[in-house]
């Protein structure tokens, strides 16, 4: 079993975890709707990815709807001491599975109750903000009433932790003025560098950074230049592109998503993937051409 420590630690809502986390999402559905093939097999993924040392995992209870949050509970619950699970709020699902924004407050103290009720919470350790704009891409614009009413809902108990996920970095700056954020998710991989700097600045100020589509999402990154590194060192294209990620910056923390524990073992075997730097200038020839 791969020891995942050896990627080292972030410190994340006052919680040490492992820097190879899990994110949850590929647990509902296709589309992420509705329940997965095999729930059994979703439970057993779970299990497997604790065992191995994952003490992080992302969620939200708009994925299935409710049906991930309701996997978590049934596989992990009662949670482990030193688990944190994140989730995030600001949509729901419609009846065709649609993503309909939700970022009204009422809406997203909707949202806390769903997760709380679904994962058998009292209080949720680290919310995010999932603001609305492209799939990819955030929107700028005020989020002043948002976050406050986050902030209400710490005030209540029913959160202790806020981040934001697709967000940019003047609403990380407002979202600051009003409460603490302890993360930022946002879309980052190998050639998607738009965040370059908001990753610096989030690690010097000791705030996690966690990529969502680290491995491009719908479309998994390619490239010939990443496939003939990759022959080199023994390893799959994306494994190098999650080890890029995890020499880019030690406020980084990964949460690939799968329902295989095939490929579960597959990208938590990159915490042994070292990487040298002449490696890394060509993984940054690779990204270059993508950078805005």
């Keep these: 079993m791969t020891d995942i420590t050896t990627a080292h630690t972030f410190s994340l809502a006052g919680r040490t975890v492992n820097r190879m986390g899990y994110g949850a999402m590929q647990l509902a559905g296709p589309g992420v709707f509705g329940p997965p093939q095999d729930r059994a097999a979703a439970i057993a993924l779970l299990r ?157 100020q000791g705030i996690a950074y966690v990529p969502f589509f680290p491995l491009g999402g719908f479309t998994p990154l390619q490239s010939s230049g990443l496939s003939a590194i990759a022959d080199r060192l023994g390893a799959t294209p994306l494994q190098v592109a999650l080890a890029w990620l995890l020499h880019r910056s030690p406020n980084i923390l990964l949460i690939p998503g799968t329902k295989s524990i095939q490929h579960l073992r597959e990208n938590l075997k990159v915490a042994d993937l070292a990487l040298s730097p002449d490696v890394l200038t060509e993984l940054g020839a690779i990204a270059q051409p993508s950078v805005q």
Excluded: M
Excluded at 149 to 165: I, T, Y
């Design 48 to 204: 497997e990815a604790v065992a191995s040392g994952v003490n992080h995992i992302d969620t939200s209870d708009f994925y299935g709807p409710h049906v991930t949050n309701q996997i978590i509970r049934e596989a992990l619950s009662p949670y482990a001491d030193d688990l944190l699970i994140v989730t995030k709020i600001g949509a729901f699902r419609g009846d065709d599975g649609s993503w309909i924004p939700a970022p009204e407050p009422e809406d997203l103290e909707r949202g806390v109750h769903d997760n709380l009720r679904n994962l058998g919470l009292d209080t949720l350790e680290v919310v995010n903000l999932r603001l609305t704009g492209d799939l990819h891409a955030p929107k700028e614009g005020s989020i002043e009433r948002q976050v406050t009413a986050l902030a209400e809902l710490q005030r209540k108990g029913l959160v202790r932790h806020v981040g934001l996920s697709n967000a940019t970095a003047a609403q990380v700056a407002q979202a600051q003025t009003i409460t603490e954020i302890v993360c930022v998710q946002n879309h980052y991989n190998l050639v998607q560098r738009a965040d370059d700097e908001l990753v610096d600045n989030l690690a010097a």
